[in-house]
């Protein structure tokens, strides 16, 4: 089957696969921002094929604690005799950014604070239809649960168990799941519809091996707040909520819990991490799971890709510290591809300069990692945040001289070094895109959490950074990765008595990224520090 | 053009406009052969015994005078025989005592980089024409002077020891005639590949461009007895009596250097014996000039004083350069070539240049040339790295390396350097090189592993074009080779960028030009500002010969690069090294008969480059080719 999955997972790859995966990401011709709209097409019939029915008898029920009850299933644990709504629960996964080694063999990639949250309501028993609503992709849809080709996913040659470690597409289901994704959002334009289907695939890919026929109604729910197609693992940030919402209704997980032992947080990170990637694998065919890696476990990874036809190595950096981070994004459309065939040719042309400029990188990389492991590291040191800055600095200077820069990141670059700020570097294939500063902790500052530049001097940065044109994220690197709110309920400093519930009226209705993080954000209650509610697989 | 170092960083002088009409007593040229009757080798014993004598004396005078003790014991009157191993010993005593001379002329602190051996002013200046001549200065007249003529030496071959009443030596008795003016030009440089890694023992590459010093030479009757510097770029005008010259100082036997020797560091003697000659020279300059203009006299001086004599004849030496002046483009080191080519071809110690001139002999002249070119860098800046003056000299470009920085580098001449067209653009940023060099050194330390692997990349990149360049079978015509080039020249700059030394002008510079897809662009020298480089991409459907991008493309380039302020040269890469122009005479479309003479007037009056260049450039006749009547040795 192995070798059968080449012509898929080329096909599957929209920005063809070069093998630095450094976004993997849906990419749209045009950036949306997400604007609460959401266009639900009209229910189609033809969804109702004879073939998903005679699937769900013999169905195969791997997924743990869930009842195989015959043709009318119920949500799995509800007690007999009632149909009771399971409570509304939430996860969320953060974004990521490559910290240092883009185009190199050995990368750095950290979470950032900029998330993805999906919200899961389950429906009366009544109902037989699971939804997707991702408001930032235009995506609503649902399909009838009884109608998905269960018997394809669900043969004993096929099933595939939660803990299993699935490296590659099985091109026999992805074919069987075609007619439930050409119906989703066909009166679409082709660029955006390209990215729901992606988006669809993996949701319906996860759900169809990971559910079963009895699995209850739902409507899944995301807003993101990270920037989709910028390189900063949206959709492997995406992939690793819909990978444990789908676990945690199967309960194929344990936890998270505050005093959950560090192995066995571990290892239900490595199960949802794991999905993760299958969902990466429908949405970018060849993807290098780092982004799912950042954004199932949080913090920081090592990767090393010694040879591209293989995956990379991926070492989690528990000891990466949270640090304040500035994210612009220059919106300047780039392409992955176009950068990575720039560093090859130089390569081709330029070999000895080359090799040596990559090299430069491996050990800005090397000394990052070396510096952070240190068993004296501090960021609050100003010296240790001072070395770690001018790697980053260092590290932009070699991508320079790789020739993946762009005018306008030179521009972005310029006016922060002239804010003196911090440290500031392209981050992702370049060309465009993203850069990050890591902020220098004012010499006034207090001994608090967040050291970061005087407010004045950034908002003064920040005018000059929106008058070009390019969007500014205040963000942390270094942070958690995924994490559940369950029940989807939070104070929030709210009347209703027991805190306040998130419905999916409320979610869909929060305004951009400072709505969702006020509203659900991780970070962000009242008082703008950690919500105790949200609870994480902690190594 | 002159640079100076400061300890404040470093400004420059723009070319002056030619100042001085015709208050220049000029002199009616009338031939003449100076030196010409050499003198039997068997009666320079007895000279070389009569000046020992007369230098003891003078030294015991000096101790007299102002109370200063000379650190060498009386040398004995040495014989024939001796006398080459006795000056040999005494440069070996005197070299460990040279350091303490060598740190106080560098005044920024010798850092060994050596990109702009320059020296620096606190504050630009642009020429304004104006030049102080200090007033006659009677005490320059001492007795010291007067006593040591009778006795000086005359190793300068073919020159002639005649007694009290010197005159130029060979001629012609009974009459006064002048010799014919001539020129004597040497190009600027530019760092191609590898600054910055230079510092750190890797090789980088110069070469020559086509802006150039120009040195005009005119010979006054032999009633005067007078050496004039007239460097209107650096507002210098100066004019010694030759008499009271500290010629015994030079000439005594143990202090005489041979135009063929190699001089690499200045006998703190000498120096000091030149002192009271060169302080009067501007002194009522402000410091910062002035001190260009000592350097640029002191350089003069020792050289005039090594390689001349008492006998040597009157002249004006008048320098117009068309190299900006402290923007580490070796106008030092061209002034020095000049100097240095002008003197030993008075003194008649060069063969040539002519046409059929064997190679290995032209480049016997070329290395007597850089000698004592090197010998005035020392003056100008201290520790030069001898880089400049051999591109000035030789021309085309340098390979050049310096693993052990108590040791001058190796330099190796690239005869194979093509001629290519090179656009060169001053962003006019203020600059510190002494800067640039401790960012790297800093980076070095705190960052040892990743800066190591940018400087090995560096060293890549100038391997790679020397490689290119010598390889049998290159072509500057051929795009590809071209392409490679170019590539080379815009990776360099990446890895300088990356090193921290680019600026946020020369990156305004370089989107500027690669917007408008002329060619690959680096930044040159130390950066942190100063100049970048442009290699021109041929246009498609340009002819064989000048292949450069389309005019109106240029046009529209250079009308932005000016809009930002910047200055754009443009120029020619590997082009000749010293020339010289013998007599002073070019067709120059004249209506003058037998050619258009350049005497002094013509020559002061010619305005900025353009003027100076059509008037007399190596290049740039009637029509805009090379002129015929300049020479170069061309090995």
Redesign the interface.
């Known amino acids: 089957m192995a070798g059968g999955t080449s012509d898929l997972r080329s096909n599957a790859a929209t920005g063809g696969s070069n093998g630095l995966e450094m976004e993997e990401e849906m990419k749209l011709q045009d950036r949306q921002h997400s604007n609460g709209t959401v266009t639900t097409p009209a229910y189609r019939g033809n969804d109702m094929s004879v073939e998903a029915n005679s699937a769900h008898k013999g169905a195969d029920h791997d997924v743990p604690e869930t009842t195989p009850n015959g043709a009318r299933p119920q949500p799995p644990g509800t007690r007999k005799g009632s149909s009771p709504l399971a409570p509304a629960f939430m996860v969320s996964a953060p974004g990521k950014v490559i910290v240092f080694g883009e185009h190199a063999v050995a990368a750095m990639a950290a979470a950032i604070s900029l998330r993805s949250y999906l919200l899961v309501t389950t429906l009366s028993k009544s109902q037989r239809t699971v939804t997707l609503r991702f408001p930032d992709i235009s995506l609503s849809h649902t399909w009838n649960i009884d109608i998905l080709p269960w018997a394809a996913f669900h043969s004993p040659s096929k099933k595939r168990k939660y803990y299993d470690l699935v490296t590659a597409l099985d091109p026999e289901l992805v074919e069987a799941m075609q007619p439930h994704l050409t119906a989703v959002s066909s009166d679409a334009p082709p660029a955006e519809q390209k990215i729901q289907h992606a988006a669809a695939a993996a949701f319906l890919y996860l759900f169809l091996s990971l559910g079963s026929q009895q699995s209850p109604p739902c409507v899944y729910t995301l807003r993101s707040t990270i920037p989709i197609g910028a390189g900063l693992g949206s959709s492997a940030s995406t992939c690793v909520c819909i990978s444990a919402a789908l676990l945690l209704q199967s309960h194929a997980l344990a936890g998270p819990h505050q005093d959950q032992l560090s192995e066995e947080a571990e290892k239900q990170l490595e199960r949802i991490n794991r999905w993760a990637f299958v969902g990466e694998l429908l949405i970018h065919g060849n993807p290098s799971g780092v982004d799912n890696t950042v954004a199932s476990g949080g913090k920081a990874v090592l990767f090393k890709r010694a040879d591209y036809n293989k995956p990379p190595s991926v070492a989690r950096l528990g000891d990466f510290p949270e640090l304040p981070l500035l994210l612009v994004d220059t919106r300047q459309a780039k392409s992955t591809a176009a950068e990575v065939a720039k560093v090859a040719h130089?390569r081709t042309?330029?070999p000895?300069?080359a090799?040596?400029?990559l090299?430069?990188i491996d050990?800005?990389t090397?000394?990052a990692h070396a510096l952070i492991a240190s068993a004296d590291f501090d960021s609050n040191n100003p010296a240790a945040l001072q070395?770690l800055g001018?790697?980053v600095?260092?590290n932009?200077?070699?991508l320079?001289?790789?020739?993946v820069s762009h005018?306008k990141l030179?521009k972005l670059r310029?006016l922060v070094d002239d804010a003196d700020v911090g440290w500031t570097k392209l981050t992702g294939a370049g060309g465009g895109g993203c850069a990050i500063t890591l902020l220098r902790p004012t010499t006034t500052s207090s001994l608090s959490s967040s050291p970061s530049p005087s407010p004045s001097k950034l908002q003064t940065l920040q005018t000059r950074l929106e008058a070009e044109g390019f969007e500014i994220y205040t963000t942390t690197l270094g942070g958690d990765g995924v994490g559940a709110l369950m029940p989807a309920v939070l104070t929030n400093g709210s009347a209703e008595v027991g805190g306040e519930v998130i419905d999916q009226d409320k979610f869909l209705r929060a305004e951009g990224r400072e709505g969702v993080e006020s509203l659900v954000g991780v970070v962000g209650g009242g008082a703008g520090g950690e919500r105790g509610e949200w609870r994480f697989w902690r190594p």
């Open positions: 130089l042309t330029h000895a300069v090799g040596h400029i090299d430069a050990k800005v090397e000394s070395h001018e790697l600095a260092l932009h200077g070699l320079f001289s790789l020739g005018p030179e310029r």
